[in-house]
């Protein structure tokens, strides 16, 4: 069975700095993708960031970038120069079969000013 | 182009009344989802349609739960004989499928808390 795992519940960081919020995930097959989502207080799901299985290089997106480690199963999201707007919940998912997201249970951000 | 929209935005019931909740999905989008998500924790898989055919349902999705997407445009997700554990943040999204790489776009959620 698929599987995501985030093991921080909360996570704290000084505006300005770099955060690493982890996450691992368990599969048996070979082609895969890996998503993060934000989700702030209001509820709604933003998608930050994509890394399919097969790719080689690690996904960027602006201040957002994916350390994919395919041999360790795991795939980080590092969010550079962090902003107050960037404290929210954070959500690592897993593409399913049918094309249904395994989202693991979030890691909740504040960024102290 | 606008994003998934989700109505209502909260819905407050008693046990034992019937809710039903719609999804537009964005426009050109083939593929949508519908997810529960639970206080502290990540969003739970329902149901999908793929254009008008409802293509896997969940074993969370209950009998008393129902949906449709009766011209593969909006979606309408009804629940029947509200419980207090349906009490959720009910979550719709929205993808155009192409290969492997469709992401999933979001709503705003519908709230749903049966008294």
């Known amino acids: 069975a698929q599987k995501i795992t985030q093991t921080q519940p909360g996570m704290f960081v000084q505006e300005k700095e770099a955060v690493t919020l982890d996450c691992t995930y368990d599969?048996?097959?070979?082609?895969?993708?890996l998503f993060w989502y934000k989700q702030p207080s209001s509820g709604e799901m933003i998608f930050l960031i994509y890394?399919?299985?097969?790719?080689?290089q690690n996904a960027t997106e602006g201040r957002y970038s994916l350390n994919f480690q395919k041999a360790r199963k795991s795939a980080n999201l590092v969010i550079s120069a962090s902003q107050l707007g960037d404290s929210a919940m954070y959500f690592c998912?897993?593409?399913?079969?049918?094309?249904?997201?395994?989202f693991g249970q979030g890691t909740e951000l504040s960024v102290k000013p | 182009d606008t994003g998934v929209s989700q109505d209502p935005r909260h819905k407050i019931t008693k046990r034992g009344q019937n809710v039903t909740f719609r999804c537009d999905p964005i426009?050109?989008?083939?593929?949508l989802y519908w997810y529960r998500q639970t206080l502290g924790q990540g969003p739970e898989f329902l149901t999908y349609?793929?254009?008008?055919?409802?293509?896997?349902k969940s074993r969370l999705l209950s009998d008393r739960f129902s949906a449709e997407r009766p011209k593969g445009s909006f979606s309408t997700l009804e629940i029947q004989r509200t419980e207090q554990g349906d009490s959720a943040m009910y979550l719709c999204?929205?993808?155009?499928?192409?290969?492997?790489?469709?992401?999933?776009?979001f709503g705003p959620g519908t709230r749903l808390t049966v008294l």
């Open positions: 599969t048996s097959d070979q082609s895969y993708g």
């Open positions: 998912a897993m593409r399913g079969g049918g094309g249904k997201l395994i």
């Open positions: 999204a929205s993808s155009f499928a192409r290969a492997f790489t469709d992401t999933q776009y």
């Open positions: 349609f793929q254009n008008e055919a409802q293509l896997e």
């Open positions: 426009s050109e989008h083939n593929r």
């Open positions: 890394q399919g299985s097969y790719d080689e």
